[in-house]
C-alpha cells in the first residue's frame, strides 16, 4: 500500500465515481471562497514556521515576501493551505505538489540529458484533494497577472486556458494505458517547436536563448561562479549572510563536528540512491560545504551546498543537502506514512516528476542544532530555469498556463484516479470559469495578508531585513 492507493475498478466504475462525486460537489462551487471567522493571522502562521528555522535568517524570508504580493504568495503555502481546508473537494485524491505556484513548473534536466519541462520544488508534497494544486497554480496566475497590468478579462483567459488544459489532458490520460500514462513527458524543445508558430520573434527568441541558459546552468556553470582557490585549495566563495563557509560559520570545534556531520550525511544518502548512482557517486571526495539560503518559503530552513570533485579539480559535482519540515498541507490532508520527511519530498517528487534528478535521495542528522533533522539531497543546478513572469504578456502567460495545466495533469494522473478526476471534469468549462472566480478572490485575499504583514513590519511587530 502507498500513500497514494486508489479504490479500483472497471473504468464504467471509476467513471461512475466521478460522476457522484459530481452529484455531491457542485463544479461551479469551486468559485467558492470565503475566509473563516476564526482564520488565523497570516502573520501568526508564517511565524509559527519561522519559530523551527534559523533564527538569524528569518529577517531574510520576512524581507522577500514583503517585496510584492506574488513575493507574498511565494511564501504562503502554509497560509494557503489552511483556507483550502475550507473549500469544496471532491473527495477524489492525488499526489500533490503542495506549492504548484507558476514558477515552480520549470525546464529540467533528465538523466539521460534531455531538457524537460515539469514541476517542481516538492517540499509540502503530500496525498490530498487534486483541487488544491490546480487552484494554487490558478491564483498564482492572477496574481502575477495583476502585477503585471492586466485586465480582469485577460487574467480570467489566461486561468480558464490553464483550467481547459487541465480538464483536457486528464481526459486524454484516462483513455490511455497506465504504462503510457507513466511514459508521458513534455520535452523541452518539442515544447519550442510546438508553440512557436503562435508567439511573435521576440518571444520566440527569448524562449530560444532560455532553452540554451538554461543547458549551460551545470555543475561547472555553478563552480565557476561559487567556487575559489585559496592556498591552492578550492573553497566556496562566503556571501554573508546568504552563502557561509563553516570556516566562517562557527569556531573550530563545533565547525569540524558540523563538517563530520555533513561528511556523514553525504555517506549516508548515498544508500538511498540506485546501485548504478553509488557507484557514480563513490568516485567523488568532499572538498569543502557552506550554508546557503534559498527561496523565498524556504528561507531559514537549513540548507547545504556541499561540494565534490571527481578525477580533478575541473570534474565538480555540487549536491545541495535541504532540510525537509513537516508539510504544510498535513493538518488538512492527513499525517505522511513516511517518517523521515526527506523521504517524503522524495518520493513524492519521483511520484509526480516524468524524470527526477539523478542524484535525489534523502537522510536524516542526529543531534543538528541540537535535534534530528531530515534532508533530502539532490544537484545544486542541473539544466534549470525559472520561467520570468514579470516579462510575459497575457498571451504569452495563457500558453505558459496551458503547458502547466497540462504537466499538473499528468503528475495528478501517475497516482490519482485519473478516470474519476477526469468524469468529474467533463467536456465542458463549468470547473474552468468557477476556479477563475476562486483565483481573482483568493487574489484579493492574499493582497489583503501581504498588507498585514507590510503593518507588521512597520510597527515592528516582525523584522525584515532586504537582500
Same mark, same amino acid.
Given at each position: 500500500?502507498?500513500?497514494?492507493?486508489?479504490?479500483?475498478?472497471?473504468?464504467?466504475?471509476?467513471?461512475?465515481?466521478?460522476?457522484?462525486?459530481?452529484?455531491?460537489?457542485?463544479?461551479?462551487?469551486?468559485?467558492?471562497?470565503?475566509?473563516?471567522?476564526?482564520?488565523?493571522?497570516?502573520?501568526?502562521?508564517?511565524?509559527?514556521?519561522?519559530?523551527?528555522?534559523?533564527?538569524?535568517?528569518?529577517?531574510?524570508?520576512?524581507?522577500?515576501?514583503?517585496?510584492?504580493?506574488?513575493?507574498?504568495?511565494?511564501?504562503?503555502?502554509?497560509?494557503?493551505?489552511?483556507?483550502?481546508?475550507?473549500?469544496?473537494?471532491?473527495?477524489?485524491?492525488?499526489?500533490?505538489?503542495?506549492?504548484?505556484?507558476?514558477?515552480?513548473?520549470?525546464?529540467?534536466?533528465?538523466?539521460?540529458?534531455?531538457?524537460?519541462?515539469?514541476?517542481?520544488?516538492?517540499?509540502?508534497?503530500?496525498?490530498?484533494?487534486?483541487?488544491?494544486?490546480?487552484?494554487?497554480?490558478?491564483?498564482?496566475?492572477?496574481?502575477?497577472?495583476?502585477?503585471?497590468?492586466?485586465?480582469?478579462?485577460?487574467?480570467?483567459?489566461?486561468?480558464?486556458?490553464?483550467?481547459?488544459?487541465?480538464?483536457?489532458?486528464?481526459?486524454?490520460?484516462?483513455?490511455?494505458?497506465?504504462?503510457?500514462?507513466?511514459?508521458?513527458?513534455?520535452?523541452?524543445?518539442?515544447?519550442?517547436?510546438?508553440?512557436?508558430?503562435?508567439?511573435?520573434?521576440?518571444?520566440?527568441?527569448?524562449?530560444?536563448?532560455?532553452?540554451?541558459?538554461?543547458?549551460?546552468?551545470?555543475?561547472?556553470?555553478?563552480?565557476?561562479?561559487?567556487?575559489?582557490?585559496?592556498?591552492?585549495?578550492?573553497?566556496?566563495?562566503?556571501?554573508?549572510?546568504?552563502?557561509?563557509?563553516?570556516?566562517?560559520?562557527?569556531?573550530?570545534?563545533?565547525?569540524?563536528?558540523?563538517?563530520?556531520?555533513?561528511?556523514?550525511?553525504?555517506?549516508?544518502? @548515498?544508500?538511498?540512491?540506485?546501485?548504478?548512482?553509488?557507484?557514480?557517486?563513490?568516485?567523488?571526495?568532499?572538498?569543502?560545504?557552506?550554508?546557503?539560503?534559498?527561496?523565498?518559503?524556504?528561507?531559514?530552513?537549513?540548507?547545504?551546498?556541499?561540494?565534490?570533485?571527481?578525477?580533478?579539480?575541473?570534474?565538480?559535482?555540487?549536491?545541495?543537502?535541504?532540510?525537509?519540515?513537516?508539510?504544510?498541507?498535513?493538518?488538512?490532508?492527513? @499525517?505522511?506514512?513516511?517518517?523521515?520527511?526527506?523521504?517524503?519530498?522524495?518520493?513524492?517528487?519521483?511520484?509526480?516528476?516524468?524524470?527526477?534528478?539523478?542524484?535525489?535521495?534523502?537522510?536524516?542528522?542526529?543531534?543538528?542544532?541540537?535535534?534530528?533533522?531530515?534532508?533530502?539531497?539532490?544537484?545544486?543546478?542541473?539544466?534549470? @530555469?525559472?520561467?520570468?513572469?514579470?516579462?510575459?504578456?497575457?498571451?504569452?502567460?495563457?500558453?505558459?498556463?496551458?503547458?502547466?495545466?497540462?504537466?499538473?495533469?499528468?503528475?495528478?494522473?501517475?497516482?490519482?484516479?485519473?478516470?474519476?478526476?477526469?468524469?468529474?471534469?467533463?467536456?465542458?468549462?463549468?470547473?474552468?470559469?468557477?476556479?477563475?472566480?476562486?483565483?481573482?478572490?483568493?487574489?484579493?485575499?492574499?493582497?489583503?495578508?501581504?498588507?498585514?504583514?507590510?503593518?507588521?513590519?512597520?510597527?515592528?511587530?516582525?523584522?525584515?531585513?532586504?537582500?
Amino acid at each position: 500500500m502507498t500513500e497514494t492507493t486508489f479504490r479500483m475498478g472497471t473504468p464504467r466504475d471509476r467513471a461512475d465515481r466521478g460522476r457522484e462525486a459530481r452529484a455531491r460537489v457542485r463544479r461551479s462551487s469551486h468559485a467558492e471562497y470565503t475566509p473563516a471567522e476564526d482564520r488565523p493571522d497570516p502573520v501568526d502562521v508564517i511565524g509559527r514556521q519561522s519559530a523551527s528555522r534559523v533564527p538569524e535568517l528569518v529577517p531574510i524570508r520576512y524581507g522577500r515576501m514583503l517585496e510584492s504580493p506574488f513575493r507574498f504568495y511565494r511564501g504562503a503555502a502554509a497560509i494557503m493551505a489552511g483556507d483550502l481546508a475550507g473549500t469544496p473537494a471532491t473527495g477524489l485524491r492525488a499526489q500533490l505538489c503542495g506549492d504548484a505556484h507558476m514558477l515552480n513548473f520549470r525546464l529540467l534536466a533528465s538523466p539521460e540529458r534531455r531538457l524537460m519541462f515539469d514541476v517542481n520544488d516538492f517540499d509540502e508534497t503530500l496525498p490530498g484533494p487534486w483541487e488544491w494544486d490546480v487552484k494554487r497554480l490558478a491564483a498564482s496566475l492572477v496574481i502575477a497577472g495583476r502585477g503585471n497590468g492586466y485586465r480582469a478579462s485577460e487574467r480570467s483567459r489566461v486561468v480558464r486556458t490553464t483550467v481547459a488544459a487541465y480538464r483536457k489532458s486528464m481526459e486524454k490520460f484516462a483513455g490511455m494505458r497506465t504504462i503510457d500514462v507513466w511514459y508521458a513527458r513534455i520535452d523541452a524543445q518539442e515544447l519550442l517547436t510546438s508553440v512557436s508558430a503562435r508567439l511573435d520573434t521576440r518571444t520566440r527568441n527569448r524562449m530560444s536563448r532560455a532553452f540554451d541558459k538554461a543547458r549551460g546552468r551545470d555543475s561547472l556553470q555553478a563552480f565557476d561562479k561559487l567556487v575559489r582557490t585559496i592556498d591552492g585549495e578550492l573553497r566556496i566563495n562566503p556571501d554573508p549572510p546568504l552563502i557561509m563557509p563553516l570556516d566562517e560559520l562557527m569556531p573550530g570545534v563545533e565547525r569540524k563536528h558540523l563538517e563530520e556531520q555533513l561528511r556523514e550525511l553525504v555517506e549516508r544518502y @548515498a544508500r538511498t540512491l540506485p546501485a548504478d548512482r553509488q557507484a557514480l557517486l563513490a568516485q567523488y571526495q568532499v572538498v569543502d560545504m557552506a550554508r546557503k539560503v534559498v527561496g523565498v518559503g524556504s528561507v531559514g530552513t537549513r540548507c547545504w551546498i556541499i561540494l565534490l570533485l571527481g578525477r580533478d579539480q575541473r570534474d565538480p559535482l555540487l549536491l545541495q543537502a535541504k532540510e525537509a519540515q513537516q508539510s504544510v498541507l498535513e493538518e488538512a490532508a492527513g @499525517a505522511s506514512l513516511h517518517t523521515n520527511q526527506g523521504e517524503r519530498v522524495v518520493a513524492g517528487q519521483r511520484l509526480m516528476q516524468a524524470t527526477s534528478d539523478m542524484f535525489l535521495g534523502w537522510e536524516r542528522v542526529e543531534g543538528l542544532d541540537g535535534r534530528q533533522r531530515d534532508f533530502y539531497i539532490r544537484q545544486l543546478r542541473d539544466w534549470k @530555469a525559472i520561467p520570468q513572469a514579470e516579462l510575459m504578456s497575457p498571451d504569452v502567460m495563457a500558453l505558459f498556463g496551458r503547458t502547466c495545466g497540462a504537466t499538473l495533469a499528468r503528475a495528478h494522473a501517475r497516482s490519482g484516479d485519473r478516470i474519476a478526476i477526469a468524469a468529474y471534469l467533463g467536456r465542458s468549462d463549468p470547473f474552468d470559469r468557477a476556479v477563475a472566480r476562486f483565483a481573482e478572490s483568493y487574489a484579493d485575499q492574499n493582497e489583503r495578508d501581504h498588507r498585514a504583514l507590510v503593518a507588521a513590519v512597520r510597527n515592528g511587530r516582525v523584522a525584515a531585513a532586504s537582500m
